[in-house]
């Protein structure tokens, strides 16, 4: 949705109009729930997560000044209520990024997996459930970055998190994705 198109709605939604609501949460479902999905681990909580987001966003639509992406301002809602939840549940946020069996030293040593391991099945597979497996805010940006193709300036804004420290943390999350992937997998696991 072009930029104009977002103006729209949002003016449709303020409006009273229902059925723009309709299209403004199908509009954002997918990104809300990717969010969600990503940062929040228990089944039951996630789809009441969702909801709330879209409350939020509905209750708070009118300070939208169309200084960013209606996107971009959705997910940061859809963020900020996740990490509060999260802290209420007593979740680390930020865990030592270095796996317990491989110092940073040996990384240096590790060889880079080749290119075309992405490509197949059983690689997307190991790689999303290792993702799965990392401290919070890590795996969020991560995946905002390379799934949701969103720069680092997006990122930031959706986070709080100055630019700089979202591709120090970009680094080090794909850092520890590739020591976990090397010290858990043989080459020949992840070509099958």
Not at 43 to 48: I, N
Not at 161 to 181: C, D, H, Q
Request: negative net charge; contains cysteine.
């Amino acid at each position: 949705m072009n930029d104009n198109d977002s103006r729209q709605l949002v003016e449709k939604v303020l409006a009273g109009n229902s059925r723009a609501f309709q299209t403004f949460v199908n509009e954002y479902k997918n990104l809300v729930a990717h969010i969600v999905y990503r940062m929040v681990n228990i089944l039951e909580d996630r789809e009441d997560l969702c909801q709330d987001i879209f409350v939020k966003a509905y209750q708070n639509l009118f300070q939208f000044k169309f200084e960013s992406k209606v996107s971009t301002w959705i997910a940061r809602i859809a963020y900020n209520t996740c990490i509060n939840y999260l802290e209420k549940k007593k979740v680390p946020l930020y865990d030592d990024l270095a796996p317990e069996d491989t110092s940073l030293d040996s990384l240096a040593g590790i060889n880079e997996l080749q290119d075309d391991l992405y490509e197949a099945e059983n690689i997307n597979n190991i790689v999303r459930k290792e993702i799965a497996e990392m401290p919070v805010k890590f795996r969020t940006i991560l995946t905002l970055y390379h799934l949701d193709e969103m720069t680092y300036a997006e990122i930031g804004s959706i986070t709080g998190l100055p630019e700089g420290t979202v591709k120090n943390y970009l680094f080090r999350a794909r850092r520890f994705l590739k020591a976990k992937l090397t010290a858990r997998y043989q080459p020949e696991e992840l070509y099958q």
